[in-house]
């Protein structure tokens, strides 16, 4: 459905987009991560057609929405700016989009997403009058208004209360499981994304890191991991310290208290065990460390910026 | 041309309900109008329909021009500003039917404006004079007519810079391309006023100019570019 292949785009001297090549197919929640300045949105505007690649492809069921209508018309699009008019009202800004999109039914169903987003009563206010949250709200409803069959979302809950968060995340979910909407969720929020996204793909410096499922990049993050939890926490960085000189550990994070150690191999961590008990360290519990997208991406983005 | 018309619909409705555009575009009307129309009255040694015929042949124009530089920024520039129109760009309307769209929108509300300012002018000139003092045809054709190809060709040329260039290149555009206009009617205007006769050939001549511009402009229209448009947001 969405096919981008050896993508690139420069900016004079400047490569933006690198040879990016993925693919997300039909249904699927796909989270598209980078630290800023990574070129995640030029890859959203070169997908939208809103740039030209430099070389390279990016087709949207075969076809290239710069060139045509009838792709852009199935594509929802909410971008870091809302895209809604601040002195038109709430009706009249989805009116319009409505209109652009040849909504069939545009009244009722305008009244349906503003009913579902909370917005109903607000539905004459002046966009210009919302608080920010509620304009992201918008924004999604916006999006969908024209039912599409893939969305664009670029930080789609950023500036919502936690209320409004999980709202989109179910919305999002529900989208994708109930109505086979495909989604493409450009975030910097590691949760959401880890929440709601079957695949991930990191790009930094314009170029795709990794790109696969999370369950896959949870398992092949090279080495195995425990999880050691201290019965004091006030001194996780004490142990992290000890099993960071320690033989057989490759990496230490700490995370809410615990530590999850990447280990060269499996069996240092009786070892390890001993060692802190020995320090009178008292762990409460040891379990197979399952490393966070966090923790993945954070690898990633600090191994390529030590490389570079 | 239904994009077209739901662009037009929505720029000039939120023209004709921004208090602040009426506010000044009524101000400038009727400042104007009554500018002229004293210049008029102190000048009788040309017959009514002569002075109030170069009259509105230029006032009409000036003002025109004037509104349509204004609002033309409030309709193409601050959707840049706003970052509006980058999710604008990814609805399936032609960036022809945007353009379009929106320089029909500011062309009839400036032209509206002028020609209110126009028929303002004629009635206090009637009610200072004492007598109903009406334009000829060749001023009413010219007024109801060419005075929209005109405020088009500027507000058509000035949108499709600000679609494509970034902020400072537009300020400099605008100012170079408004002034020179600007100031070129108003002193015509103000000098030839009761002097000049508006004929069928003077009207003639502005029509087919604003059309070939019209027609350049239209043709042009298929190089705006979405990526232009993107890396030129402010």
Not at chain 1, 147 to 174: C, F, H, N, W, Y
Not at chain 2, 1 to 28: D, I, N, P, Q
Not at chain 2, 45 to 69: C, E, I, N, W
Request: with cysteine; charged share 20%; hydrophobic share 45%.
């Amino acid at each position: 459905m969405l096919e981008v292949t050896q993508l690139t785009k420069r900016f004079g001297r400047q490569k933006a987009v690198d040879n990016a090549t993925f693919k997300v197919d039909e249904g699927e929640v796909f989270g598209y991560l980078g630290p800023n300045g990574s070129g995640k949105t030029t890859t959203m505007r070169l997908i939208l057609g809103l740039l030209r690649p430099t070389s390279g492809d990016a087709l949207l069921w075969g076809g290239r929405a710069s060139e045509m209508p009838d792709i852009r018309r199935r594509v929802g699009v909410l971008l870091e700016a809302d895209g809604l008019y601040p002195r038109l009202s709430a009706y009249e800004n989805l009116d319009y989009f409505g209109r652009l999109y040849r909504v069939p039914g545009l009244d009722g169903r305008i009244d349906r997403l503003l009913e579902f987003a909370g917005l109903a009563e607000r539905r004459n206010d002046r966009v210009g009058t919302f608080s920010r949250g509620m304009r992201r709200k918008l924004g999604l409803i916006r999006a969908l208004l024209h039912s599409p069959d893939l969305l664009m979302l670029d930080e789609p809950s950023a500036g919502l209360d936690p209320e409004a968060q999980k709202m989109v995340r179910d919305l999002i979910v529900t989208l994708s499981s109930e109505s086979n909407i495909t989604v493409f969720l450009n975030s910097h929020d590691l949760d959401e994304v880890q929440r709601i996204c079957g695949r991930v793909a990191i790009i930094q410096a314009g170029r795709i890191r990794v790109c696969d499922t999370l369950k896959a990049l949870q398992s092949s993050s090279g080495s195995p991991a425990v999880e050691f939890v201290l019965s004091d926490a006030s001194r996780v960085e004490e142990a992290a310290r000890l099993l960071r000189a320690s033989e057989g550990v490759r990496e230490v994070h700490s995370r809410n208290g615990s530590l999850l150690v990447d280990l060269a191999r499996e069996s240092a961590s009786p070892v390890l065990l001993a060692l802190l008990e020995e320090r009178g360290m008292r762990v409460e519990e040891l379990k197979r460390g399952k490393r966070s997208l966090e923790d993945i991406y954070l690898d990633i983005v600090h191994r390529e910026d030590s490389n570079e | 041309m239904s994009e077209a018309r739901t662009v037009f619909r929505k720029e000039l409705r939120e023209l004709a309900f921004s208090r602040g555009t009426v506010a000044s575009g009524v101000l400038f009307a009727v400042v104007f109008g009554a500018m002229y129309s004293l210049r008029i009255t102190s000048n009788m040694a040309a017959t009514l329909d002569v002075s109030l015929g170069s009259l509105l042949f230029f006032l009409t124009t000036l003002l025109g021009v004037f509104m349509g530089y204004s609002f033309t920024a409030q309709v193409f520039l601050r959707e840049k500003t706003d970052g509006v129109v980058e999710t604008l760009l990814c609805s399936p309307a032609s960036l022809r039917g945007l353009w379009l769209g929106k320089t029909l929108a500011v062309t009839v509300f400036a032209h509206v404006l002028a020609a209110a300012s126009g028929v303002l002018t004629a009635l206090v000139t009637s009610a200072r004079l004492g007598t109903v003092a009406v334009p000829n045809v060749s001023v009413i054709a010219y007024l109801a007519c060419v005075v929209p190809l005109v405020i088009a060709c500027l507000v058509g040329a000035l949108g499709f810079a600000q679609l494509l260039l970034g902020m400072k290149e537009n300020r400099v555009i605008g100012l170079a391309l408004f002034i020179p206009i600007f100031a070129g009617l108003y002193g015509l205007g103000y000098s030839s006023t009761g002097t000049f006769v508006v004929t069928w050939v003077h009207v003639g001549l502005v029509a087919l100019g604003a059309a070939i511009v019209l027609a350049v402009l239209a043709w042009a229209s298929r190089f705006l570019d979405r990526e232009r448009i993107v890396t030129t947001l402010p």
